[in-house]
């Protein structure tokens, strides 16, 4: 599932993440824009997902991603590989890794590269 | 079967996993769905079909936080289409279902059709069941946005309903065989847009030429989903449609009918697995496409050996 959480308003990168990994032959969900911890750890839950894409270009993700990752935990949800996209400053992704999130992708990345990581670390 | 009671006890997790569990097919499901079977029967189920961008989520969403304000526990099954190449699918009727995606007494699931071609997907209607047995009283199940013909969402509901708008076509596409004979609401959406009484009355004229077999007068309502404007009563006629399928004891032969196909539709699929277990053993299929392309052999006698074969196994 690719998630927006947060306030930003631009989901470009997002819709192009959707569109290479449905290609890669994956069933993707998309939220769609703004949405709050809670309707992202509910709908992780609701649609069983084995892996949670979050996109964010707000600055917002030291607050809202470990609060997301709590949300899972709380729901016996800690093995759903939680990876970030999005605008984050290198200074910030030890934070981010060591509340939970398995890895981040900046701005240039290509969606091979995300396709490879998600095949390879595909919860069991 | 441990999942099946905690799904049954209302724990979403179980409910969620379940649901996986059989729509990949994973071996234990039938043993599940046999568990549960006896604890369905009680929700009352309501589809949505219609072209694409008819606005069909939006009126899901909008109708199922009305439901929900009024205490009711409600299921939502989402159905999109999956790639015919890769298998892969976007579903993306979450996007316009805001104002319900964590509600407490709400649970939405998306599903891609995975080759369903009528549609919605072959495991559809057992994910309907799992939701009934969770205690859901109301599960409504959006279709994919679909043309003419895509009319398999009748058989495993009680109450159909057709979504229309306004700049679609003229009048003989209200008279076509198909999706216009399934509804037993219409819904006419976005009807600020130009065109609106035009397409209502239109609807209205081709189900005056043939009045409904069973005493219903098919309702056509104008709705604004993305203003609520309409959605109270386009709720009030499908309760309507409900009480008049109870006290007219159409409800029972109608759910009678679908078991009937439910049996046999299973039994094809059973069948067709056995056979294909089986014939796979037997000749390679390569063997047999090679000497047809080069007309040594026709499709038609292939099929006679091949069932003479399976025969004497």
Known sequence: MVAKPGLDGHDRGAKVIVRALRDAGMEVIYTGLRQTPEQIVSATLQEDINVLLLSILSGAHGHLFPAILRGLKEKGMEKVLVIGGGVIPQEDIPDLKQAGISEIFGPGTSTETIITYIKEHLPS | ?313
């Open chain 2, 1 to 313: 079967m441990e999942l099946v009671k905690e799904a049954m006890n209302g724990s979403e997790r179980a409910i969620a996993q379940l649901i996986t569990m059989v729509e990949n097919e994973v071996p234990g499901w039938i043993e599940a769905m046999k568990q549960l079977y006896p604890h369905t029967g009680n929700a009352y189920l309501i589809g949505f079909t219609g072209p694409t961008g008819s606005g069909k989520s939006t009126l899901v969403d909008r109708i199922v936080l009305t439901l929900c304000n009024q205490d009711c526990n409600v299921g939502v099954i989402a159905v999109d289409p999956s790639s015919p190449f890769t298998g892969g699918a976007l579903l993306g009727d979450r996007i316009r279902m805001g104002n319900i995606t964590n509600k407490e007494k709400v649970f939405i699931r998306s599903l891609g059709t995975r080759g369903g071609l009528g549609g919605i997907s072959q495991a559809t209607s057992d994910v309907s069941k799992i939701l009934d047995a969770s205690g859901k009283e109301f599960i409504l199940i959006e279709t994919v946005g679909i043309g003419q013909d895509e009319v398999e969402i009748v058989q495993i509901v009680d109450t159909s309903i057709v979504v229309s708008v306004p700049g679609l076509g003229d009048d003989v596409q209200t008279i076509k065989a198909g999706v216009m004979e399934i509804g037993d609401i219409f819904v006419v959406n976005k009807a600020d847009r130009e065109g609106a009484d035009h397409v209502a009355t239109m609807i209205r004229t081709m189900l005056d030429l043939k009045p409904s077999a069973n005493l219903w007068k098919q309702p056509v309502i104008k709705t604004i989903a993305t203003k609520n404007q309409g959605v109270d009563e386009l709720i009030a006629q499908i309760m309507s449609h409900r009480r008049h399928l109870i006290e007219n004891d159409l409800l029972g032969a109608k759910r009678k009918e679908r078991i009937g196909r439910e049996v046999t539709k299973l039994l094809e699929r059973r069948i067709s697995q056995y056979v294909h277990d089986r014939i796979e053993g037997i000749h390679s299929l390569k063997d047999f496409v090679e000497q047809i392309n080069n007309r040594e052999r026709d499709p038609y006698s292939c099929v006679d050996l091949l069932l003479e074969v399976l025969e004497k196994k």
